[in-house]
């Protein structure tokens, strides 16, 4: 059982008796990160030792342990015993840590700034999807994070007998296969795959092999654009496809999405001649939300009539737990403006970096041209796998077998949530995460520092978005096993709960003129 919380101020802190880390070191771990992530700011004065031993019903001992270390690593100053606050100026090493991670990247881009080009520093400059977070004091795995598919329920086992088959048998042939828009019969295997279960129409011939839906979007920008076209981004919106349009040069026009998806008259009023427009009208990312007939109609007609392109990111409509999705946008465009993008990495696995393109028979010749001479082909004996894993029926029976997984994580997810927290929720029935919607005056970036301290990895939605969105986290289910997700979720809540009676006890302490609680920064949130 955790320590019992005794005050609102304790909250954060709460420690784990039973972990192996020494109680001082969770302490120590806790206060440091609140200390990274401005929680405790500059010359702010923390508890004496002995009144937040006894709100944590700890021993004097340990707060004297893990303050002395903080001390020794300059994140406090003073005397412990007589009066201690945090540091006016924090460590060198501070800034290669926690929510600091993008000042290494700053910093390079500050010292080689005459050696990058405008799009080298464009690109640099791009917030990245932050990696995953790694083990909660090197032992517990953090979980929940959106976009992680079942690794471990793949059939690894078979995939490997299938590349040790092809590697006997075939590889000759795959060496000097010389296939521009791909390996042949794996293009055929995704035709046939996506005109039933997506409704596209393509022939072969039509789709090009890439690098994931990241390689192939480059691409698509490079050779659809120019620097400085305007271009409709989803906002919140896939900071993958940001960071390409950005490197293309493109003139980002924000458009805001509700629960009909991208809100295309929105997109008409601010920019009507843009050149290009990214969505994702399956399964919204990050809010979830699958665009309306009404809304698809509308934008294939300005696009139509405006001459623009729509990039149309399909990237998990394979995970839909009831009823049949909404055919692909590609399947009712009749004026070949849409550029359809599909991808492995959600239905199999990321690290094998296949996706494809299916571009308007007009196009086919440019962009395999242009994907020559950037250099980006994928490995052939890789395609000749996963075109076996496609035609011998694995594929479709992995993504059976997969759905009826996600299914009962989602609902085991969701009956957690509102069990445990009285939260907002929005959990379709399709993809892999939801979105659970902060109260009003609560930062997602806070709350998504809180939880990672208790080993919960939920990505703030304000990370996504251009302009001001409302405040969520979201959760991925698809890789967290159901016996996890409940205690998971307990945790995650502990966290949030904290959060909301920092902000209820010590909002009228904020009405001085400063605030010296701990709390500082989530009374102004
Ligand atoms: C919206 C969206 N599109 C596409 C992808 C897949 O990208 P890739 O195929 O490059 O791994 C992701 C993965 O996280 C995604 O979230």
Known sequence: ??????????????????????????????????????QLTAGVQLPSTRSLASELGVSRNTVLLAYDQLLAEGYIEGKVGSGTTVAQVLPESLLSTSNNKSKPQFEYQQSSQKRLSHRGRALAQTPLIPKPLQTLQGKQQRIFRAGISAVDAFPHELWSQLIARRARNSLQNLLTDRELRGYLPLREAIAAHIVVARGVRCTPDQIIVVAGFQGGFD???????????????????????????IGAGANLIPVPVDTEGLDVTAGMAKCPQARLVYVTPSHQFPLGVTMSLARRLALLEWANQNGA???EDDYDSEYRFVGRPLTALQGIDSSDCVIYFGTFSKVLFPALRLGYLVVPPDLVEAFIAARHFIGTRVPTLE?????????????????????????????????????????????????MHIVLWLPPGMNDKLASQQAAVVGIDAMPLSLFSMTQTRAGLLLGYAAVDVHQIHDGVQRLATALRAIQILRLTCCPLAKKSRCTTMCDRLCQS
């Open 309 to 311: 392109w729509v990039l």
């Open 383 to 431: 395609q000749a796998v996963l075109a076996d894993f496609m035609n011998e029926g694995h594929f479709n029976r992995h993504i059976r077998r997969m759905r009826s997984l996600y299914a009962e994580r989602r609902v085991t997810l969701v009956a957690a949530l509102k069990r445990e927290l009285e939260f907002e929720i929005y959990a379709p029935e399709t993809g």
């Open 219 to 245: 691409l698509a920008a490079r050779v659809l654009l120019d620097p400085g076209d305007p271009v409709w981004m989803e906002d919140p919106g896939y900071l993958g496809a940001r960071g390409a349009l």
């Open 1 to 38: 059982m955790a320590n019992q919380v005794k005050s609102g101020i304790t909250n954060i802190f709460e420690l784990q008796p039973q972990d192996s880390t020494p109680l001082y070191r969770q302490l120590y771990e806790r206060l440091r990160l609140a200390i990274l992530t401005e």
